[in-house]
């Protein structure tokens, strides 16, 4: 299957040159690391918190880590912006088609590569949705298919 997929690959890279393969990737990023509330200390004499004024008290810290996804596409040719994507969106397959690609990347691409580019992406569930790779093989000129990447690639 890996053989049959490399070949795949190979005949279908001959159409361009590298300069015009884009990948395509998504990252979470840690924005504010977990803080240790034992290193937080005030010292006071008193044995309640409750007694200490509020104006002498260290600002509460959040206890789980905020996180931000970003997106961007990548070629020999260059790179397109950095797309953060909002807090508490859920990434699935409409809003990575209408949104990420349709919006931003794609035409990042255009700008940069023409009509003349090759465009392939990851296994995330959204990448590979039924709907996103329709979307891609309506309007990518060269699209590498999820059923074209080496099996070891597939997540």
């Known amino acids: 299957m890996r053989v049959k997929c490399c070949k795949t690959l190979l005949r279908l890279r001959c159409l361009l040159n590298a300069e015009n393969i884009w990948f395509s ?3 979470i990023f840690t924005v504010q ?5 034992q290193n937080d200390r005030v010292y006071a004499a008193t044995s309640k918190k409750s007694s200490v004024s509020s104006r002498r008290l260290i600002m509460g810290c959040k206890h789980f880590s905020e996180n931000r996804m ?7 040719a260059g790179k397109t912006s950095v797309h953060f994507v909002d807090k508490e969106t859920k990434v699935d397959a409409n809003y ?6 349709r919006r931003c990347l794609l035409p990042e691409i255009r700008q940069k590569s023409g ?6 992406q990851d296994g995330a569930p959204s990448h590979r949705a039924k ?6 093989q309506r309007t990518v000129p060269n699209f590498i298919e999820p059923s074209v990447w080496s099996p070891t690639g597939r997540t």
């Open 25 to 27: 990737d998504e990252k």
């Open 115 to 120: 009509d003349h580019f090759m465009f392939q």
């Open 131 to 136: 709907s996103t790779v329709e979307f891609l």
């Open 33 to 37: 690391p977990p803080i240790n509330t």
């Open 70 to 76: 970003a997106s961007v596409a990548v070629s020999k």
């Open 96 to 101: 990575y088609h209408e949104t990420l690609l």
